[in-house]
């Protein structure tokens, strides 16, 4: 009899402990899937500020256009050449820096949309890694559960004269 009481012990304390094993496999997973919301968050910020800070230098860029083109066109005034009519070289200088800046602008732009499209990707990839350690968690402590339940059968059949499977 007490070797029945013995192998029933066994059998709680493998369930117990595949109970800690699996809250502690689910622990572990949700811990990694906050760290990866956490990084998603921050990425997703990071992309919004890169959106931001391409707008800003283009703004800027523009505003430079402007300046110089005004600047240009009050040189061309102080010499007694009024306006743009005045001379195809003030005109050659003005459409010149106006495509450069248009470049500039578009180049601004490209990077600004493929810094932002790399952080959006990063965000959703730690978005889906989230899910993926919350998920493995569970599985583990579904594995963990089921391992304790097969050590607890396993300990009756032994315990009562049923050899296990």
Excluded: C, W, Y
Excluded at 16 to 34: K, L, N, P, T
Excluded at 57 to 63: K, L, S, T
Excluded at 72 to 95: D, F, K, M, V, W
């Amino acid at each position: 009899m007490s070797f029945q009481v013995l192998m029933v012990g066994m059998a709680v304390a493998a369930v117990a402990g595949s109970i800690v094993s699996a809250r502690a496999a689910q622990s572990a997973g949700e811990a990694q899937a906050q760290g990866a919301e956490l990084e998603r968050e921050q990425l997703e910020e990071e992309a919004e500020l890169s959106e931001l800070q391409a707008q800003q230098e283009e703004n800027i860029r523009r505003e430079q256009l402007r300046r110089l083109l005004g600047a240009q066109e009050a040189q061309a005034a102080a010499q007694g050449r009024a306006g743009l009519g005045s001379g195809t070289s003030l005109r050659a200088i003005q459409s010149d820096a106006t495509t450069q800046a248009e470049r500039d602008v578009r180049n601004i732009r490209v990077f600004g949309h493929t810094q932002t499209k790399r952080l959006r990707v990063g965000a959703e990839q730690a978005s889906i890694e989230a899910s993926s350690a919350r998920k493995v968690g569970n599985l583990k402590a579904t594995a963990s559960l089921f391992q304790g339940l097969g050590s607890a059968f396993g300990a009756g059949a032994t315990a009562f004269g049923k050899p296990a499977p």
